[in-house]
């Protein structure tokens, strides 16, 4: 069993494309290739957590998106899901929704917040934080060691092992 991570994968957000510069053309285009991304990393017995914005509404249409994508599912809540988390099928495709949660992956402590945060629980004792929200415009943002931006606009669209987040940003901060 792994455990992955993605922020603000936007199903149903028709600017989403624009504003955040996704190859795609059309939103069908790109729930049809962030699934087969999804999928192809993910594999049933994985934990997910999806740390905020989901959707842009539409709660009944992400249902159907939400029931392709393998993995157990955590939702950690952003500013765009309260409309979704209204419908009992929307909340029933998640194993826990919390609006912050303490992770352990194997040695490391990852605090998973939608939104970036100065300091968090272990920030002098190592944990890490993984965030959302910003999407890539999180240049203005105070560079924090152990503080790393998840989001799907970030991480390559799909969901990322913390191994896998921790490479890319060695490697240049994600994306």
Known sequence: MKKLYIADPHFF???????????????DE????MIKRW?????EEDEIRILGDVSMG?????????????????LIV????????????FR???EEISMYEEVMDGNDR??????????????????????GHVHINDGNLKQIKGRYNVGADRIGLEPCTKEEILAMYEKGGGK
């Not at 790109?30 to 290739?33: A, G, I, S, V």
């Not at 999928?39 to 594999?43: E, H, I, L, T």
């Not at 952003?78 to 099928?89: A, F, I, S, T, Y």
Request: include cysteine; charge should be positive.
């Open 92 to 94: 029933a495709c998640f």
């Open 39 to 43: 999928n192809r990393k993910v594999a």
């Open 30 to 33: 790109m729930h049809q290739d």
């Open 58 to 74: 539409h709660s009944d249409d992400v249902v159907k998106i939400l029931n392709q994508l393998h993995g157990k599912k955590y």
């Open 13 to 27: 957000h028709n600017n989403i494309i624009q504003l955040s510069h996704r190859p795609y053309t059309s939103l």
């Open 110 to 131: 990852i605090i998973c917040f939608h939104y970036p945060i100065e300091e968090w629980n272990g920030y002098f004792r190592g944990s890490l934080h993984f965030f």
């Open 78 to 89: 952003g500013n765009h899901d309260h409309k979704c988390l209204k419908n009992p099928r």
